[in-house]
């Protein structure tokens, strides 16, 4: 079946891929170019030490994978692990559902601490693990920081300081796909050995580069690291840096060129007021919400997501029904709820180069699907709250002062 465009922008509040910004379109639009010329190295180099700020680090190193967070995954665990290595991993959602499994398959020793989904990771069962691992078989410790279907947040400062309490030199590895250029993220001062991130969530990208930044000791664990790598193998590019041409195969032109200019943007803004910007545009989802009758999927306030909210529906309603209608009625794209919580949620995703009146036409949506479909709403309640709320926090945009 064919689909024709509907008249307008689609409004696009799945929690990745997101939209892209104009700017970064137009640096993308451009033909291809010899990687092996003066200019792409010389590209990278710069791109290698602006995405550390991202990443809130000055020792690590990073790598541009041409895959997504899947093939950034297997990048963090291939080249510090070996098949039958103990790992802790925490099952919040789809994502860390995925993420264990990857490591099963790749050969390692899952110890999977399992929560109900909607609870972030469950620390006290890492800290009695951590106490009774008095030989270290423990090598790595792997956690989502933020799972978007179940819109929850982990917190990796009470991660590091368990891990401190108990002298316990596990890896800390950190899936941070949804969170990192959205979320406060600390990779130096929370002691994370390896984070890692996609293009198409809040660096509004299309999809396509794996981001990985890995600590002094992850690197150390390359050296003994027996898991089985080619692609993902980060002493290839280490040799390629040394020789000063960056890239051991192509690498997407394009895409090098839309970082470039997506670094700017959040440069330009500033990577705290981004952080900040994202927390004014959830906060406002939750009372957009709140003022609908209807509960989140997060069951406390600590573990809420500033760059998902996954709403619950009332039994009665199939929340895969809301997706479909807001597409094919409204333009407006929501994301499915996954698993075990499909047809009980649909999700909003509030991430990336995206501004308050963005969101609030997303939740007049939103209002008009929830009548489609036979959920009694009040039209403009949400909005409403969620505009009370704006009007007393946006601050203004600083270049227009």
Known sequence: MDYFNAPGRNHLFVPGPV??????????????????????????????????????TTSGTPFLFPTTGTGAWESALTNTLSPGDRTVSFLIGQFSLLWIDQQQRLGFNVDVVESDWGQGANLEILASKLAEDTAHTIKAICIVHNETATGVTNNLATVRKILDHYQHPALFLVDGVSSICALDFRMDEWGVDVALTGSQKALSLPTGLGIVCASPKALEATKTAKSVRVFFDWKDYLKFYNMGTYWPYTPSIQLLYGLRAALDLIFEEGLDNVIARHTRLAKATRL??????????????????????????????????????????????LGLGLNKVAGKVFRIGHLGNLNELQLLGCLAGVEMILKDVGYSVQLGSGVAAASAYLQNSMPMIPSRI
Not at 40 to 49: C, D
Not at 300 to 328: C, H, L, M
């Open 19 to 56: 939209n892209i910004p104009e700017q970064v379109l137009r640096a993308m639009n451009r033909n291809n170019e010899d990687y092996r010329s003066p200019a792409i190295p010389a590209m990278t180099k710069t791109l290698l030490e602006d995405v550390k700020q991202i990443f809130k």
């Open 288 to 333: 957009a919400v709140e003022a609908w009758g209807l509960k989140n999927c997060t069951q406390k306030d600590e573990w809420f997501s500033d760059t998902v909210t996954a709403v619950v529906v009332p039994p009665y309603i199939d929340s895969s029904e809301i997706v479909r209608r807001g597409w094919k009625r409204y333009n407006l794209s």
